[in-house]
Structure formats: structure tokens, C-alpha cells
């Protein structure tokens, strides 16, 4: 099992440049390399889920390098639960782009989706704060691209904001992780964890620098207020199945905070309630803002993110407690989130390709083609995300009542965004669905139907699922919350994390090292032999190192020393 925790990274890492350089000009082609590739990333997930379920956190070490030096990726329940969720959502996206025909407006879209699954599940695998930056940027980069897919003037301005401010938010965490390594001497995340438990109080005030910063980069990331200015313009023009991928987006950066704020830096631990006290305040301005945004909103596109904004609060409104049990009710809120805004993303891309003229303006337009199914998505989305009964985001905000009972600001908050948000979709829905009724249009005034749709019922069936995976997630809440349950208690048993990456790594190291001296030692008495017996060349040729003035024994230690770095160092 060990080698294929780094299976996820490989697969669209190896598939992605293939689908550019063999499959550049056969759009069919990607199309199947695409959907094959997806398809095994679920069964991979659905694999390392089972395998996670069962066993303590499980390593895999690039070039069998030890930990703090080499690489690591670490695959526990949280990272395991990840992996499916994106997979699951990669893969329902390459049908809808597919079957809307929106894969075929721009070049390389089956690739970039590719590097932009290589970069997700390499941040949520990797066990090195340095690794969390280097595939923010992979998924970064793929992400600038299927942002201004199909092209657009609006599309591209937007593109551009999203590029700047996510360089701005990367050359915050480089400054992070400059500081906590000049404080701590490693970005290995177990080891860190170790390092900064056992810091002095009065030598931590960087290592609170350090990690405040890394709170700030990762609010950027999640849409934390007041860093979510980025996210309404930018998912509402995105292309639609690209929004509908960026629901996980946000994802990654609330799972960076749980990751860190959990292992590195508990509230417990030497940096106190640093993450708390900044997290709980930013949850409830997230949320007030991110509902009242669903009921200002002119159009449908900039209501559903508004509502994404408004599902970061009040996910983080659980995780900002730090409890076990408020916990795994955030995590349930933020599984209900991703597939339910996903879902809300494609059917905002569904009426838009068949409104015309009108788009997704709150304005009076005819009957559109598939009006009537499109409406049901709607409201069975809309319940959902508003948090009304009887679908899952009713029951993950039950689950956070339930676990902050007590805390009656919080109650209050919650509440009463939902009533907000319960009148914001009502009047969008009124407005784009229910109004068009009493509109009159002559035949040729209706609005046409999408352009380039290659299989319109893909389209519609790939955003069902999403639907039902919300069903689904409110039928199985039962054992959906017990397993749940059991990742939060992973979490907050951080020596399990770091014994699985730490422990046994200085033995092995040691022995790495001995039989790294040993091979080396044997090599230079081979050497000597074949010099006495005249087969190793003349023994008058100059000793290279000797030719800088330097005994030919101490240029060898030298060299068995910088082989052997790793292991010995440690």
C-alpha cells in the first residue's frame, strides 16, 4: 500500500503532458484519457480511504530519504477523505464540460485538468510545509489556465485579479515559511510539530509570527474575510465546470488551516490560542458577508459565490473551536459545501447557455429550454446550500449548533444568515425561474439553446450527481458523522502523525549511514589494490584532490561525509 499513497500525484502528473504532446489535435482522444484517468483516481481514493479507515497514518518517502531531510507523503483519514472528494468532483467535471462542449472552446483544457488534480492531491498528501507551497503553485498555475479558458474580455480582467492576487498571497507564504525556518531549522511538518512543542515561551515570539502569516496566506486561500474580495468576480466568470471545480479550491486552504492548526500549532501547544482568536472572528464576518452577498446579488453566478464565501464561514465556525466534536461537524459542513456548490456552479453554466441574450441578470426573460428541470436542480440545490431541512446543509448546521451549544452569538449568527440566505435564493429563484411564466415572446424572441453542447443529458446527468451525493450524504449522515468522528480524533492525536513519519528514522538513518561507509570503504581499498597491482593506472598520476594541496585521506572524508549528509546530519 506504502507506494501507492504517491499513486495520485503520478497518474495525472504522467497523463497530462501525454494528452499535450500525443493527443493535442484529437479532442476525442483526451477525452477518453481523461475520463480513464479520473475514473482511476476514484477507485484509488475509494483504495487509500479503506486503507486510511484501518490503519494509523501511513507514510511514503520520495527516494527513500528520511524524515526531516527527504520528502514525505503522509496518507491519514483527513488527507484520505480529500482525495476522494476531488476526485469525485474531477471526475463529474470532465463529463460536464464534455457533455456542454465546454472542453472544446480553448486548448488543453484536459491537460490543465490533469496538472490541476497533480497539485490538489499533492497538497493534501505532502508532509512538508515547503512541498503545501510548491503544489499550491502547481494547482495555482494550472488554475490561471482554465480560469481564461474559451477566452472573454470580462474573463480575462478577471483572470488577471485572480493571477495578482494569488502571486501576492505565495510571496506571503514564502516569507512564512523564511521565518518558521529560521526559527525552527526544518519545514518537515512532524518534525516541526516536535520543534515547536519543545520551544522555550520566551524564544516563540517569531515562531507566532511565522505562524500568524501562515493564517494569512491560507485565509487568502479559503476566502476568509476580509481576503475574499477575489472569489465573487472570479467564479462567476469563470467558465462554468472550471467555478464548479474551484468549490474544492477554497477547500485547500481550510484544509492547510485544520492540517497546521491541529498538528503544528494547537491551541494547547506553545503558540496558544493564536489561531483561534484569529479565526473565530474572521468565521463570523465570513459568513454575515458571504449571506448578505446571496441576497444583494444581481445576477445568479455572483449569488452562488456569495454563497460559497458564506459555506467558508460557517465551516471555519466549527474548526475555529477546536474541538473533537465541532470538528467533525465542520468537516461533514465542508463535504455537504463542495459537492453542493459544485452542483449550484454547473446549473447557474446550464441556465446561462440557455438564457441567451438575458444571461444570469435578476431580469425578466422567456422560457428557456429544459426550464422546468433546470428549476428542480435549482431548488433542490438552493435547500441545500441555504441549510433548510431535510438535505445535508441542514444537517451540518445542526451538527455545529450541536457542538457549540452555549455559544449563543454563534447560534444567533448561524440563524439568521440562514433566514438571509433562504431570501436571497427564493428571490433568485423567482426571478430566473418563476417569473419567466409571465412572460410573453414571440417565436423568434426565445432565448436558443447552448451552442456547442455535444450531449446535453451528460451535462445534466453529471450535475445530478452532485445532487445526489448530497442525498446521499444526508441518508448516510449516520456513519458519514461516526467516521468523521473518527478523523477528528486523528487529528487531534497528533503523535500519531508524527510517530508515523519520525519514528524509526534516525535508526534507519544510522544504518543508512553505515552501510554507506561501509560501500565507500570497501571502494577505497579496491582502489589501493588495483593502484599496488599497477590495474588501477599509473600510480604517479596526480591524486586530484592531492593537486589542491590537500592530504588525499582528509578530501575523502570530506566526500563520505557530503554523501552520506542526509543520514548522518540527522
Not at 10 to 20: D, E, G, K, S
Not at 325 to 334: E, F, H, I, V, W
Not at 336 to 364: K, N, P
Not at 482 to 496: E, K, V, Y
Amino acid at each position: 500500500m506504502e507506494h501507492w499513497i504517491i499513486a495520485p500525484v503520478l497518474i495525472p502528473a504522467m497523463l497530462a503532458p501525454l494528452i499535450v504532446l500525443w493527443m493535442r489535435y484529437d479532442l476525442v482522444t483526451q477525452r477518453v484519457a481523461s475520463i480513464l484517468g479520473m475514473s482511476a483516481l476514484v477507485v484509488l481514493a475509494i483504495v487509500l480511504m479503506t486503507s486510511a479507515s484501518m490503519n494509523p497514518p501511513e507514510v511514503y518517502r520520495l527516494g527513500n530519504w528520511e524524515p526531516p531531510y527527504g520528502i514525505v507523503l503522509v496518507l491519514d483519514r483527513l488527507s484520505a477523505l480529500m482525495l476522494l472528494l476531488t476526485s469525485i468532483l474531477g471526475l463529474v467535471i470532465v463529463l460536464y464540460a464534455i457533455g456542454s462542449g465546454w472542453d472544446k472552446r480553448g486548448w488543453h483544457f484536459h491537460s490543465l485538468m490533469q496538472f490541476q488534480m497533480m497539485g490538489i492531491n499533492g497538497a493534501f498528501l505532502t508532509g512538508d510545509a515547503f512541498n503545501l507551497f510548491v503544489f499550491f503553485e502547481v494547482l495555482l498555475i494550472a488554475s490561471y489556465g482554465l480560469m481564461i479558458h474559451g477566452g472573454g474580455r470580462a474573463r480575462l480582467k478577471s483572470g488577471v485579479q485572480y493571477v495578482v492576487y494569488n502571486l501576492a498571497g505565495s510571496t506571503l507564504f514564502l516569507f512564512a515559511l523564511g521565518t518558521i525556518y529560521a526559527t525552527a531549522g526544518t519545514l518537515n511538518m512532524a518534525d516541526l510539530a516536535v520543534k515547536v512543542a519543545q520551544m522555550p515561551v520566551e524564544q516563540t515570539a517569531l515562531i507566532k509570527v511565522g505562524a500568524a502569516l501562515l493564517m494569512v496566506v491560507f485565509a487568502v486561500k479559503a476566502a476568509l474575510v476580509p481576503l475574499q474580495f477575489w472569489l465573487p468576480a472570479t467564479y462567476t466568470n469563470a467558465p462554468g465546470p472550471v467555478a464548479a471545480l474551484f468549490a474544492i479550491m477554497t477547500k485547500v486552504g481550510t484544509y492547510a488551516i485544520v492540517r497546521v492548526y491541529t498538528l503544528i500549532f494547537p491551541i494547547t501547544g506553545t503558540t496558544g490560542t493564536l489561531a483561534h482568536d484569529i479565526l473565530l472572528p474572521a468565521a463570523f464576518l465570513t459568513l454575515a458577508i458571504g449571506m448578505i452577498g446571496i441576497f444583494g446579488a444581481r445576477d445568479l453566478g455572483r449569488t452562488v459565490a456569495y454563497a460559497v464565501i458564506g459555506s467558508v464561514g460557517t465551516m471555519m465556525l466549527g474548526f475555529a473551536q477546536f474541538t473533537q466534536g465541532a470538528t467533525s461537524a465542520g468537516l461533514y459542513y465542508m463535504v455537504h459545501s463542495t459537492l453542493v456548490a459544485a452542483a449550484m456552479f454547473l446549473i447557474a453554466d446550464l441556465v446561462r447557455e440557455r438564457r441567451g441574450r438575458w444571461g444570469l441578470g435578476y431580469t425578466d426573460a422567456p422560457l428557456m429550454k429544459n426550464h422546468g428541470l433546470m428549476a428542480g436542480m435549482f431548488f433542490v440545490g438552493a435547500i441545500a446550500m441555504a441549510g433548510m431541512p431535510p438535505l445535508s446543509g441542514f444537517l451540518g448546521k445542526l451538527m455545529i449548533l450541536d457542538a457549540t451549544r452555549g455559544q449563543w452569538a454563534l447560534w444567533a449568527t448561524v440563524l439568521v444568515t440562514s433566514l438571509i440566505a433562504i431570501v436571497g435564493y427564493a428571490r433568485a429563484g423567482s426571478q430566473v425561474f418563476w417569473r419567466s411564466y409571465a412572460v410573453e415572446a414571440e417565436e423568434d424572441e426565445l432565448p436558443p439553446g447552448p451552442k456547442d453542447a455535444s450531449a446535453p443529458g451528460l451535462a445534466f446527468t453529471a450535475t445530478g450527481i452532485l445532487l445526489a451525493g448530497s442525498v446521499a450524504l444526508t441518508v448516510l449522515a449516520g456513519p458519514a458523522s461516526n467516521w468523521l468522528q473518527g478523523t477528528a480524533a486523528q487529528l487531534f492525536t497528533p503523535s500519531q502523525y508524527i510517530d508515523a513519519v519520525l519514528a524509526g528514522a534516525e535508526e534507519r538513518a544510522q544504518e543508512a549511514a553505515k552501510v554507506g561507509a561501509h560501500e565507500h570503504g570497501h571502494m577505497e581499498v579496491s582502489e589501493e589494490m588495483q593502484a599496488e597491482d599497477g590495474h588501477g593506472g599509473d600510480t604517479g598520476v596526480a591524486d586530484p584532490h592531492a593537486a589542491d594541496g590537500q592530504p588525499a585521506g582528509q578530501t575523502d572524508t570530506h566526500s563520505e561525509t557530503g554523501q552520506d549528509a542526509p543520514a548522518a546530519a540527522h
